[in-house]
């Protein structure tokens, strides 16, 4: 690698659109993915995912733009959700082993008939693990407006969002509409897993919406702190990742490109495990009752 | 029916599932008026703080505040439920649950002002709460727990304040210290308290008014009026003794079939 920019990197039409694209997406999937993790919502954010995988291989047979077919399924699998109770445990227990498996059979239906015809051998590839370099230029409004509406929304309900985590009977008492509420994050959320799997796949959609959210939760304590958080390390994570995956091209098997999901999934567990070699500030503060510097402790723990 | 009640409750009834949770019951609550809902658990005193809240609809009867049908949505009624379901890892500070008691239930953003902080703190002072503002809610114990929620349900300036189970899993200081910080707040404030409880020895100093729930109906008046055997039996369906031991109340039933010498507490707790 003779520079950490390969030639070309800053000229290139896709890597702009690459950037750009991602930007947006990452930072969605991030403000997005704090109130997943707060709502003790990552299951349902991840059988979203499998179901668009089903949406975005259909779409391919068809011959449509793959966002699309991940927006209809994750939509109506939202809906779906919402009517089932995806937050009871029964519930869950039936979307797991019916839904979820169903969905993916029919994707693995999809995919393999798909193949066939076209003998695009790459789109397997690009529906399960994404194809940041190759969107499409004209489905770049869509997804840029679709990213601010699902971020627009959670920034709507953020609030409400927090006190319905808090306790549900409450924001109930106070006049919340709250299975409405939830309904529409529910949606946010689905939108978000379909941007998600645009640029890095549909099955690693939810590590971009769970994985900056996670890190940000073990390290900020306020939510609009985690936010911001979960947000840069997306941001970040994006980044790094096209830039990696550009540099790569170089690198053996010479010619041919890693994947940026490879690249932006690592960076993304990577920060998580960071987190860990980190003293926990609070953990700390119990244990010395206040003798560390650390803002957070002397915050956390005077003596009782 | 007296027209000062800024609570009343009208005959209500709740029947669920083909069972009669509350039947018949009726009682008023006046500004200021420290009440205590006491009863067994499975009584129903839950469900009638959520026919209060407007959370449990009644198959009977009505709840009228200030004399008048409660409206759908009111912000004179506080309420601190009996547990909440946070992770620590949720990242929501003491202060921002306080907080949230002001706008919690309103969309959109805010942008933080001097004057919410000051309000935020002075609410955290007032319920000693003020040493942990910074903690994440769900790191918290349960006695501190109760400290933050009833400041978040009195930011908001309520004129009636519910509680269920607030001392429940609690220690003996943190139970004392919560009663002393309702007390000191419903005299201060002028806010009325509605609080539930299985056991009723912690509230003993600070209770005007007993509400005492058994098989899904009522008896209310003084602690004297209310505690006695011939009330609380009528009300249990079955015989009860009132027992006075150094200073604590024990309400101890008779269950069919075994006799008197054999009684047992109820669950209703009286032993502690």
Request: net charge neutral; charged share 15%.
């Amino acid at each position: 690698m003779h520079y950490v920019f390969e030639p070309g990197f800053f000229s290139s039409g896709p890597v702009h659109v690459a950037l750009a694209v991602g930007t947006v997406i990452a930072i969605t999937s991030a403000v997005v993915g704090v109130f997943t993790v707060t709502r003790g919502q990552s299951f349902a954010g991840h059988s979203l995912a499998d179901i668009a995988t089903t949406g975005g291989s259909g779409a391919f047979l068809i011959g449509v733009n793959q966002f699309w077919g991940y927006l209809a399924f994750g939509a109506g699998a939202a809906a779906f959700m919402e009517m089932i109770g995806i937050q009871r445990r029964r519930g869950r227990d039936v979307a797991t082993g019916v839904v979820l498996g169903a969905a993916l059979g029919l994707a693995a239906l999809f995919l393999y008939l798909g193949t066939q015809y076209s003998s695009t051998t790459g789109a397997s590839f690009s529906i399960l693990f994404g194809s940041i370099f190759v969107i499409t230029p004209s489905t770049v409004p869509a997804l840029i407006a679709s990213a601010l509406l699902a971020l627009a929304t959670v920034v709507a309900l953020a609030r409400v969002l927090l006190l319905t985590s808090l306790s549900p009977d409450i924001a109930a008492a106070r006049g919340v509409p709250v299975r409405a509420v939830g309904a529409a994050y529910l949606m946010a959320l689905a939108v978000s897993v379909a941007l998600s799997a645009v640029i890095i796949g549909a099955v690693l959609s939810t590590a971009l919406l769970i994985g900056p959210a996670a890190t940000a939760l073990r390290l900020a304590k306020s939510p609009l702190k985690a936010v911001i958080t979960a947000a840069g390390i997306g941001v970040v994570a994006i980044w790094l990742g096209i830039v990696l995956a550009y540099d790569s091209f170089y690198w053996p098997p010479a010619g041919r490109g890693w994947p940026v999901s490879f690249f932006v999934v690592t960076l993304i567990v990577g920060g998580y495990l960071v987190t860990y070699l980190r003293r926990d500030p609070r953990r700390a503060g119990q244990e010395q009752a206040g003798q560390e510097q650390s803002i957070d402790a002397e915050q956390a723990c005077s003596p009782v | 029916m007296t027209s000062d009640d800024l609570l009343r409750l009208q005959n209500v009834s709740v029947r669920l599932g083909g069972r009669d949770i509350l039947c018949d019951v009726s009682f008023g609550i006046r500004p200021g008026q420290f009440t205590g809902l006491i009863g067994p658990n499975g009584a129903g005193k839950t469900t009638l703080l959520k026919v209060i809240l407007g959370l449990q609809p009644v198959t009977g009867g009505a709840v009228l505040l200030d004399g008048e049908p409660r409206p759908a949505r009111d912000a004179s009624i506080g309420y601190v439920p009996q547990k909440l379901g946070l992770e620590p890892d949720v990242p929501l500070r003491v202060r921002d649950v306080v907080s949230l008691g002001l706008d919690g239930h309103k969309f959109g953003i805010r942008l933080p002002s001097r004057a919410r902080r000051e309000l935020v703190s002075d609410m955290l002072t007032a319920v000693g709460a003020q040493r942990y503002a910074d903690a994440r809610v769900g790191e918290l114990s349960g006695g501190e727990q109760q400290r933050v929620m009833i400041a978040h349900a009195l930011i908001s300036r309520p004129r009636l304040l519910l509680l269920d189970e607030p001392l429940a899993n609690l220690d003996i200081s943190s139970e004392q210290g919560i009663v002393s910080v309702l007390a000191r707040l419903a005299r201060a404030e002028r806010v009325a308290v509605l609080l539930s409880a299985h056991d009723m020895n912690p509230l003993m100093p600070v209770m005007d008014r007993i509400v005492y729930v058994a098989a899904g109906r009522v008896a209310v008046g003084d602690t004297d009026e209310v505690v006695q055997p011939e009330v609380l039996s009528r009300l249990y369906g079955q015989h009860v003794d009132v027992i006075r031991v150094h200073g604590r109340i024990l309400v101890v039933a008779a269950p069919e079939g075994v006799d008197e010498d054999h009684a047992v507490a109820e669950d209703a707790g009286v032993m502690r």
